[in-house]
């Protein structure tokens, strides 16, 4: 996790202050939205906060109260009249429901430091109808073409070389991941946050994309790397419903269970349904951490094609992230006859970064199927065989590209997460009269040398410098410091409060996973 040729930034006294110290040295001057709430401490609430308020008069508003270190936001909530849902201690902060005439007098609480909307987060994947039905053909017959996905990005050739992703897990952060020989007897499934099983059926097809080896298919439908490890971080119910903080406690799940079981890859197919810059979102907040802590957060780019804020949602907006974005390669593994679908999003962040970083195949993909499954039951015209469905969105394309991750990981284990975006988007193939890049070869895991961390100058998430308690991070000198020095995967976040998590005040149910016929 440690950038080759870096030289590592030493610091004196307690491991403490050098957190503390590493963390504001990582800062810099942040939008001029948000940098006079810095200077005077001001509380900042964000303005989809008020919207919502508006819409829904009379109701409580759920929102994610942040405060700095030595404030309880719990605390806080509770004195202004508010019921607390959950402990987000990862980005120090709390999910609750406050009074919406109590959230004046919540804004202007000492150590408080932003108020958000805990808003619904929205699937990224559309049914496409290519099945065969549910019926009972075998789907080693011919129901569909064999998956070339594989082989359009040269994973088959990683793969044969003797690298399928072994060692490493990818934490599928969805709906839950459906029991499946697809992955393995013993299962490759090594863990469960929120219970098992898939009643909605996406990620189950999501990690099949990842890590399926296609047993069910006679390989037919074999996934990118088909010998990883899948953590299942089921936040979504049997409806999908889920919210921004069921999300962010999966992640604190993952944070938590690191090291024990090698996760090296997030995959996060899902997004957010209000804007907000990552310098102030709760969810960048939180992938943020994941990243410096050495995990590749890949995310899907959603599918609102060229609307004007299509790329400022969370988690696709954060410049740390390795969003993807998907193309139809007409089941060829040539790029002569690709395109990019009207429906995958692209464009610029209101911070200013151009996304998606790189495009995957993502329409018409064939993935594991959970029987029974709210998607199995609204699009039977979708299923193949009697274990797999069909479907399109970059929500499929992100999970082929985690795949691709976990390739690269499995080679280069010491590699960090912007060195391994770095790769993955450098190795892209540009798509003759087309502006923008494919994900058409994992030569990355075959590399003899570390490529730059092109992420080593971005600035971070202001409130995960709140997290950690750094307070007045515009008195750094920002113009001496180095930023690639930094080593932020031997960062030990033991100022978080990681046991205070109570897992069992998660509510479920508020959220549509949304899915737009094709």
Known sequence: MRASGHTEVT?????????????????????????????????????????YEAAHPGQPVPVIVQTSEGADAGALVTAAGGDVRGDLSIIHAVAAD???????????????????????????????????????????????????????????????????GSGIAVAVVDTGIVKSTDFGRPSRVVATFGGEGDGYGHGSHVAGLIAGDGTNSDGRYVGVAPGANLVNVKVGDDKGAATISDVINGLAFVAANQDRLNIRVVNLSLGVDTPQSYTTDPLDAAVELLTFRGILVVVAAGNAGTASDAVSYAPANDPFVLTVGAVDDRGTSATSDDSVPSWSSRGTTQDGFAKPEIYA??????????????????????????????????????????????????????????????????????????????????????????????????????????????????????????????????????????????????????????????
Do not use: C
């Open 361 to 518: 195949p993502g329409r018409h993909l064939v993935s594991v199927l959970s029987p029974k499954s709210v998607l199995a039951v609204q699009q039977p015209e979708s299923i193949v065989g009697k274990h797999y469905l069909s479907l399109s969105g970059t929500s499929m394309a992100a999970g082929v590209t985690s795949g691709a991750a976990a390739l690269v990981f499995a080679a280069h284990s010491d590699w960090t997460p912007g060195q391994v975006k770095t790769a993955l988007v450098s190795s892209a193939r540009p798509v003759p009269g087309a502006s923008y890049a494919r994900l058409a070869r994992v030569d990355a895991a075959n590399a003899q040398s570390a490529p730059d961390d092109q992420t080593s100058t971005i600035k971070p998430n202001y409130l995960l410098l709140e997290a950690a308690g750094v307070d007045n991070p515009e008195t750094i000198d920002w113009g001496s410091i180095r930023w690639g020095s930094i080593r932020w995967g031997s960062i030990r976040w033991g100022s978080i409060r990681w046991g205070s998590i109570r897992w069992g005040s998660i509510r479920w149910g508020s959220i549509r996973w949304g899915f737009v016929p094709d």
């Open 98 to 164: 406050v009074p919406a005439d109590r959230l004046a007098s919540l804004s202007a609480a000492p150590g408080l430091r932003w108020i958000s909307l805990d808003g619904p987060v929205t699937s990224t994947s559309r049914p496409d109808g290519r099945g065969s039905g549910g019926d009972d053909t075998p789907d080693t017959g011919a129901t569909l073409p064999p998956s070339v996905y594989p082989q359009e990005i040269n994973a088959d050739r990683v793969v044969a070389s003797g690298d399928d």
């Open 11 to 51: 610091m004196p006294g307690s491991w403490r202050s050098r957190l503390l110290i590493l963390l504001a040295l990582a800062a810099a001057a942040l939008p001029s939205a948000t940098a006079p709430a810095m200077a005077s401490h001001a509380p900042t609430v964000h303005g989809a906060v008020w919207a």
